[in-house]
């Protein structure tokens, strides 16, 4: 995880030079993508406008950069065999046996240089430089073949067209922080051919003079080739520390990036969007007047990693709204009635934190378990005027729940719950997904939802500026059954955005509450650290009593006009605070 966000920050350095910086995320497991692993082992899966299920680290790389990449922006092993495979079975090879070197290192290299180019953001133009995270541990048979591509890779790129930053944890054992497990990184990484130019130090305190020293003497590198990287009270003050300590400077010197023409649009984009960052998570600069707590019921809630693009979205909605954000982690399961019976310890915790909390969000899963607890959860918040927000699964979740209960639906159910014999099935399989098939089978990527005529009273809508057409990302394949909307909308529920067709209802909206939105696409997955997700901006805004204030705001003078509102104070950019 940090390793991912050492990265991003890297590359958020770079673009402050006005440089067009591009991220790949090499992970060296067999999966072809993340679609189909499970959120428990191995943290949420991240989704990209063109359909992509890729690793985590790509959200970083986006919210950071404020770029859109591909999935061939996450290259894996299954990739990479899968493609080397394919040419050989079109002879590509002309019979010649099919080895790891040359074959496997060569498709990682020419993988690589052919993503590196590709636009990924407004200039539409070739990057400057590509940000390469490479994952796993040195020494994994799994990652010696992208290892060694790494190594023929610093000689194909040329003098300073390559530059390898090596992170390692550095332990404190006994109050003494400890450098041999370093010293024995960098030994093995050199041993494969890799010769680091920086060390990033992971440390939870700040790394003292002497193992500075020592890591320098024996990896056998300058001092100011030594980075730390100590825990920040917030990792988007990891820049920062890095900036501090010289890191474009380094960069520029290895790079020669001195000698690039670079336009002063993107030099002055560069500057403001520092000031910008700065001024966001810089603890000088930052007055946190209050804390907005926010319940989040969800099913894997003790690896919270599984939800990172959903925290990450509050964090930025919550900076904007200058609160402090306070997540009370629920598992949905607690909150049903079986645990009053079986552990009613947990029921009794469960209920508390939700009665604590001053807004609930439900966000997307799969499967049955914890469901009950979820529509539990959507009754309260319904019943009581609590803000609530609903991503995929919470907005099938806050129908389900009207259904049951202001509708007469009593059995109202999901297809993905009960199976297709259900009677009331108010969420169903999509038609055209295959049903046998797990990986990237779902509706994914970026698509359009239409505000519906009649729905200028939305909430949500009056942050989107009164688009009547929005773009967001979906990963789903159960979708609200169109027999029941009639039936649903004259019982109050308003299904204020659908898909083009009109046929797939992608926002549901409640009147008469102060916020109670569900939404079938991920808007998480759109958040930036400069521009919050509409939805979680609104939902936050909401809970912490500011809804009014953030809505008047974004009609009137955009994100600038909110950050003088909130704050007291001007900041200086373009429209973004």
């Given at each position: 995880?940090?390793?991912?966000?050492?990265?991003?920050?890297?590359?958020?350095?770079?673009?402050?030079?006005?440089?067009?910086?591009?991220?790949?995320?090499?992970?060296?497991?067999?999966?072809?993508?993340?679609?189909?692993?499970?959120?428990?082992?191995?943290?949420?899966?991240?989704?990209?406008?063109?359909?992509?299920?890729?690793?985590?680290?790509?959200?970083?790389?986006?919210?950071?950069?404020?770029?859109?990449?591909?999935?061939?922006?996450?290259?894996?092993?299954?990739?990479?065999?899968?493609?080397?495979?394919?040419?050989?079975?079109?002879?590509?090879?002309?019979?010649?046996?099919?080895?790891?070197?040359?074959?496997?290192?060569?498709?990682?290299?020419?993988?690589?240089?052919?993503?590196?180019?590709?636009?990924?953001?407004?200039?539409?133009?070739?990057?400057?430089?590509?940000?390469?995270?490479?994952?796993?541990?040195?020494?994994?048979?799994?990652?010696?073949?992208?290892?060694?591509?790494?190594?023929?890779?610093?000689?194909?790129?040329?003098?300073?067209?390559?530059?390898?930053?090596?992170?390692?944890?550095?332990?404190?054992?006994?109050?003494?922080?400890?450098?041999?497990?370093?010293?024995?990184?960098?030994?093995?990484?050199?041993?494969?051919?890799?010769?680091?130019?920086?060390?990033?130090?992971?440390?939870?305190?700040?790394?003292?003079?002497?193992?500075?020293?020592?890591?320098?003497?024996?990896?056998?590198?300058?001092?100011?080739?030594?980075?730390?990287?100590?825990?920040?009270?917030?990792?988007?003050?990891?820049?920062?520390?890095?900036?501090?300590?010289?890191?474009?400077?380094?960069?520029?010197?290895?790079?020669?990036?001195?000698?690039?023409?670079?336009?002063?649009?993107?030099?002055?984009?560069?500057?403001?969007?520092?000031?910008?960052?700065?001024?966001?998570?810089?603890?000088?600069?930052?007055?946190?007047?209050?804390?907005?707590?926010?319940?989040?019921?969800?099913?894997?809630?003790?690896?919270?990693?599984?939800?990172?693009?959903?925290?990450?979205?509050?964090?930025?909605?919550?900076?904007?709204?200058?609160?402090?954000?306070?997540?009370?982690?629920?598992?949905?399961?607690?909150?049903?009635?079986?645990?009053?019976?079986?552990?009613?310890?947990?029921?009794?915790?469960?209920?508390?934190?939700?009665?604590e909390a001053k807004g609930v969000l439900v966000p997307g899963g799969f499967g049955t378990r914890g469901t009950e607890g979820m529509i539990l959860a959507a009754k309260y918040a319904r019943e009581n005027k609590v803000p609530y927000l609903g991503i995929c699964l919470g907005m099938q979740i806050a129908v389900i729940e009207y259904a049951r209960h202001i509708c007469g639906i009593t059995d109202a159910t999901s297809e993905e719950f009960h199976g297709a014999a259900?009677?009331?099935?108010?969420?169903?399989?999509?038609?055209?997904?295959?049903?046998?098939?797990?990986?990237?089978?779902?509706?994914?990527?970026?698509?359009?939802?239409?505000?519906?005529?009649?729905?200028?009273?939305?909430?949500?809508?009056?942050?989107?500026?009164?688009?009547?057409?929005?773009?967001?990302?979906?990963?789903?394949?159960?979708?609200?059954?169109?027999?029941?909307?009639?039936?649903?909308?004259?019982?109050?529920?308003?299904?204020?955005?659908?898909?083009?067709?009109?046929?797939?209802?992608?926002?549901?909206?409640?009147?008469?509450?102060?916020?109670?939105?569900?939404?079938?696409?991920?808007?998480?997955?759109?958040?930036?650290?400069?521009?919050?997700?509409?939805?979680?901006?609104?939902?936050?805004?909401?809970?912490?009593?500011?809804?009014?204030?953030?809505?008047?705001?974004?009609?009137?003078?955009?994100?600038?006009?909110?950050?003088?509102?909130?704050?007291?104070?001007?900041?200086?950019?373009?429209?973004?605070?």
């Amino acid at each position: 995880m940090y390793l991912g966000i050492i990265a991003s920050s890297t590359g958020l350095l770079l673009k402050t030079q006005g440089l067009k910086v591009s991220s790949i995320k090499v992970d060296p497991y067999l999966n072809v993508d993340a679609g189909t692993m499970n959120p428990r082992e191995h943290g949420e899966v991240f989704v990209l406008s063109d359909g992509g299920e890729v690793d985590l680290d790509l959200g970083n790389y986006e919210r950071y950069l404020n770029i859109t990449l591909t999935r061939d922006n996450n290259i894996t092993t299954g990739k990479i065999y899968q493609h080397v495979i394919e040419q050989e079975r079109k002879g590509t090879y002309l019979g010649r046996t099919v080895q790891v070197v040359p074959h496997i290192t060569d498709a990682i290299q020419d993988w690589i240089e052919r993503v590196a180019r590709i636009p990924v953001d407004d200039t539409n133009e070739q990057p400057d430089v590509c940000i390469i995270e490479l994952g796993g541990t040195v020494g994994d048979i799994e990652s010696m073949p992208f290892v060694e591509a790494m190594t023929q890779l610093r000689r194909r790129a040329g003098r300073n067209n390559f530059l390898q930053i090596h992170v390692s944890y550095v332990p404190v054992i006994n109050g003494e922080q400890k450098t041999k497990p370093t010293q024995q990184a960098i030994k093995a990484v050199r041993s494969a051919g890799l010769i680091p130019d920086l060390i990033a130090c992971r440390c939870e305190i700040a790394l003292d003079q002497g193992a500075l020293e020592k890591i320098a003497h024996f990896c056998q590198v300058d001092n100011d080739q030594v980075i730390m990287v100590r825990d920040m009270p917030s990792i988007y003050q990891v820049p920062m520390l890095l900036e501090q300590q010289g890191l474009i400077d380094s960069l520029k010197k290895i790079l020669a990036l001195d000698t690039l023409t670079i336009s002063e649009t993107l030099t002055k984009r560069g500057e403001q969007t520092w000031a910008q960052w700065q001024a966001l998570t810089g603890t000088q600069t930052r007055n946190f007047h209050d804390t907005v707590e926010i319940a989040l019921v969800g099913k894997y809630t003790e690896l919270h990693d599984s939800y990172l693009s959903v925290i990450k979205s509050l964090e930025h909605s919550a900076m904007r709204c200058n609160r402090l954000l306070k997540i009370r982690w629920i598992d949905s399961e607690h909150l049903e009635a079986k645990t009053q019976i079986s552990e009613p310890a947990k029921f009794h915790s469960a209920w508390h934190a939700m009665c604590e909390a001053k807004g609930v969000l439900v966000p997307g899963g799969f499967g049955t378990r914890g469901t009950e607890g979820m529509i539990l959860a959507a009754k309260y918040a319904r019943e009581n005027k609590v803000p609530y927000l609903g991503i995929c699964l919470g907005m099938q979740i806050a129908v389900i729940e009207y259904a049951r209960h202001i509708c007469g639906i009593t059995d109202a159910t999901s297809e993905e719950f009960h199976g297709a014999a259900a009677p009331n099935k108010l969420i169903m399989f999509m038609p055209e997904v295959n049903k046998d098939t797990m990986g990237a089978t779902m509706r994914l990527g970026l698509r359009p939802t239409l505000f519906q005529e009649g729905s200028e009273w939305s909430r949500l809508r009056a942050l989107y500026h009164g688009k009547t057409e929005i773009l967001e990302r979906h990963r789903h394949r159960y979708e609200v059954n169109p027999a029941y909307i009639e039936q649903l909308e004259k019982g109050g529920l308003s299904f204020v955005g659908k898909d083009d067709a009109g046929v797939r209802m992608e926002v549901i909206e409640i009147k008469d509450h102060p916020w109670f939105v569900g939404v079938q696409f991920h808007p998480e997955y759109l958040s930036r650290v400069l521009d919050p997700s509409r939805p979680y901006l609104g939902f936050v805004a909401a809970s912490a009593g500011l809804l009014s204030a953030v809505t008047q705001q974004y009609q009137d003078g955009g994100a600038q006009g909110l950050a003088a509102a909130l704050n007291g104070v001007a900041l200086n950019g373009s429209g973004m605070f």
